[in-house]
Nanobody, 113 residues
Framework: QVQLVESGGGLVQAGGSLRLSCRASGIQVSSNLMGWYRQAPGKQRELVASLSTVGSTNYVDSVKGRFTISRHGAENTVYLQMNNLKPEDTATYYC???????WGQGTQVTVSS
């Protein structure tokens, strides 16, 4: 049974930083294509960053150069380091493997201007 627990969100001023964590059980994050997604109010959920099993990363254009996805295999955790945050980054952030259809509870990120 896959379980995904996101944490690390909060309220931050524009220009600030947060590091999100996604602790997984039931899967090995290093053996899966893992993604961080976000959903802002009134908008569709979007894939923000992904990390392949061989370490390749991809980012949506709006976060390139500001966000970094990484993983810690021993802790079975995926991270999203978010720097230079902007108000438009405000959303609920979720992580999951690409093949999984369910969502965790997410973690709320609010960036004030």
């Amino acid at each position: 049974q896959v379980q995904l627990v996101e944490s690390g969100g909060g309220l931050v001023q524009a220009g600030g930083s947060l590091r999100l964590s996604c602790r997984a059980s039931g899967i090995q994050v290093s053996s899966n294509l893992m993604g961080w997604y976000r959903q802002a109010p009134g908008k569709q959920r979007e894939l923000v960053a992904s990390l392949s099993t061989v370490g390749s990363t991809n980012y949506v254009d709006s976060v390139k150069g500001r966000f970094t996805i990484s993983r810690h295999g021993a802790e079975n955790t995926v991270y999203l380091q978010m720097n230079n945050l902007k108000p438009e980054d405000t959303a609920t952030y979720y992580c999951k493997p690409s093949w999984y259809s369910r969502w965790g509870q997410g973690t709320q990120v609010t960036v004030s201007s």
